[in-house]
């Protein structure tokens, strides 16, 4: 397990950030996901010892947080979101610090920062000053500071921020290697659900503080409920007023698409059925499979009811 | 010929032990200012041409007599350089020290040493000795590189029986010096993410605190105002230390420094505990 929480609770203030969360994390690359505010950035900042909780318990790789913090940051690596360098230093330089600061020797430490710049694609540009890179090679930078003391998990926040689209792609394949060919435990914090759904194995959704749904991301896709797109012409009030009476699930996506959960015990020519009762007619019908869109729109739009 | 794996490797050998880390921030920090050209000619430079023409007046003096103004290299002589050198230390803290929490925290660097395994103390002790080694480099070294040469020059004179304490005086003067200086420039960094209101601030309190106080005396006439400059705590203390004549009380200005240190110390720490506030 490389994550226990237990009845957590962090605010700032009057702001309930993390509302009494109880989870165990044991996958080997877990994503969290949530809107913005929802409380990702404050989970991996006490997990980390930066925040204290007001109340609750967590544990990295079976370490209080509290009372073996120091233990606990030798063993993890950080990408913070946003900027993160020290001015005046090259880029080999500054990762090498960031090894020394763990504890490696100098020597090695400079070793080791070329190999891990080499990792992360960044070849001559890696003795430029940090000051004068772009957003992507920073992002490139703030991995490789984070993998220098080779940590046995990695948190990574909102990874792919400020990455044009060849650099995102780069960014996300490196994670999926790290977690997969490299054996480093990933927890990612995104509001991207395609990054999470790329390059994560399960996923955590928060919203506002709160744990909404955990799991295996295939799982979750995979789950009882059949996923039906459907575009009707007609009263489509009164076409999901019917929905709701039977407490079917559904939401408009694009171009006026509905795309309803049906019950294992209702078939889809239900949808027939309340079509001809209410004179509507149905344009369009496909069953399709759940993505982690659906199951991220079904998770907080059951917890905003 | 085998392609020699240049990707991530897993990295097997032992971490040193914790330690001695802040002295990796420290190497940096000096590292990253002293690389500044100008910084070395016109900040470190004259500093160090004083200490040599500190010890060319050692020479003479004990070697042709009388040729200076100086009688003899007494407590005073030692006093009056360190006086000289307050000047190069405040154009350090404003060149060498504005900028090494200021820049931190401009830069979000924070979270990148605070998730690696530091303690707020080894971060502050990295960055208290990166501006404490530039400024006992003019102040405790050349005094102590002067007492010694005076010492060795003057043989067989009753310097060192006599005025051993001057070695002491040396020592404790340069910290009741560096050390004040260093956290209120630490402190002032520590307030903004600019480093430039940082040094403005701290030229401010150099330069304002004496006009004040010299003012408000003038003024209304009240002698406890005199407490109010820096420089003239520092000055109190000094020529205590040096044992030399002060027709003020010099325990106030002792007190007072000793509250700076305290104050600053806390304001720092209180700063860098402020990275717990996610934006």
Known sequence: MIVQLNNLSVSYGEILALDDISLEISGNSVGLLGPNGAGKTTLIRTLLGFLKPDSGSSAVLGMDVIIRQMEIRQMVGYMPEGECYVPGMTAVRYVAYAGQLCGMPYRDAMQRAHEVLQYVGMDEERYRMVETYSAGMKQRIKLAQALVHDPELLFLDEPTSGMDPAGRQDMLDLILDISTAKDIKTIVSSHLLPDIEYACQDVIVLDRGRLLIQGNIEELKDSSHSLFELKVKGDLELFTSRLDNMKIEWRIGNNNILKVSLPENIKPKFFFQIAREDDIQIRHLVATQNTLEDVFAQAVGDSDL | ?279
């Open chain 2, 1 to 279: 010929m085998p392609i020699h794996d240049q990707s991530y490797k897993h990295w097997e050998k032992k971490f040193k032990p914790h330690t001695f880390r802040w002295w990796v921030i420290t190497k940096e920090g000096l590292r990253i200012i002293l690389r500044r050209k100008l910084f070395l000619l016109f900040i470190l430079g004259p500093p160090a041409i004083l200490m040599f023409v500190y010890g060319a007046m050692i020479y003479g003096i004990n070697i042709y007599g009388k040729l200076f103004d100086f009688d003899i290299v007494n407590s005073n002589f030692f006093f009056v350089f360190f006086t000289n050198q307050n000047f190069f230390i405040s154009l350090i803290c404003v060149f060498g020290g504005s900028g090494l929490i200021a820049d931190d925290m401009k830069n979000n660097a924070l979270q990148m040493y605070f998730s690696k395994p530091l303690t707020r103390w080894d971060y502050l002790l990295g960055k208290f000795a990166t501006i404490m080694v530039m400024m006992l480099f003019i102040t405790l070294v050349p005094g102590i590189l002067l007492f010694v040469e005076n010492a060795l020059i003057s043989e067989g004179s009753t310097f060192i029986k006599e005025q051993y304490w001057l070695l002491g005086s040396i020592i404790l003067y340069s910290l009741v010096i560096t050390v004040p200086t260093g956290l209120l420039i630490l402190a002032l960094s520590s307030i903004s993410k600019n480093s430039r209101y940082a040094a403005i601030s701290f030229i401010a309190i150099l330069i304002g605190t004496p006009i004040f106080s010299e003012t408000t005396r003038n003024i209304f006439d009240i002698g406890a105002a005199r407490y109010i400059s820096y420089w003239t705590n520092l000055f109190a203390v000094g020529r205590k230390l040096f044992r030399l004549s002060l027709n003020y009380q010099w325990e106030w200005s002792a007190i007072i420094i000793i509250s700076l240190v305290i104050f600053c110390f806390c304001l720092v720490y209180r700063r860098i505990n402020g990275i717990d506030i996610v934006k």
